[in-house]
C-alpha cells in the first residue's frame, strides 16, 4: 500500500514540528539544570535553540504540548532574570568588601608634633 505525497508530506511536516518540540524541550532541561545549580551538561546535550524555519502550520494534535513548553520558557526567562539580578546583586556586595588584611591601624593620634 503506497502512501499519497499528501501525507507523506503531512507525515514529514508533523515530525518535523516534533523535532523542533524536542529540541526546545532538551534545550529547556538544560537551562533548568543550570538554573539549580547542577552541571547542564549532566544530562543530554542541547544546541542553543531557535526558532524553527517551519513554512506551515503546527498540527493540532502538537499544540498542548506547544503551548506546555511555551509555559516552561516563559518560567524559565523568568528564573534567568531573577538569577541575573541576584548575581549583580552579589557582585556589588563583594566588590564593596575589602580583600586587604587586617592590619591595625593607629591607636594614638600626636596632636603635639
Known sequence: MDESPAHATEVDWASAWAAALDELEL???QTERLLRGEDPDSGTPAAPWAPPALDGPMPVDLR???LSLHHRQQQVIRATAEAATALRRQAALTS???TA???PGPVY???TA
Open 64 to 66: 498542548t504540548r506547544a
Open 101 to 103: 588584611p587586617n592590619e
Open 96 to 98: 564593596r568588601m575589602s
Open 27 to 29: 534545550s529547556l532541561d
Open 109 to 111: 593620634l600626636d596632636i
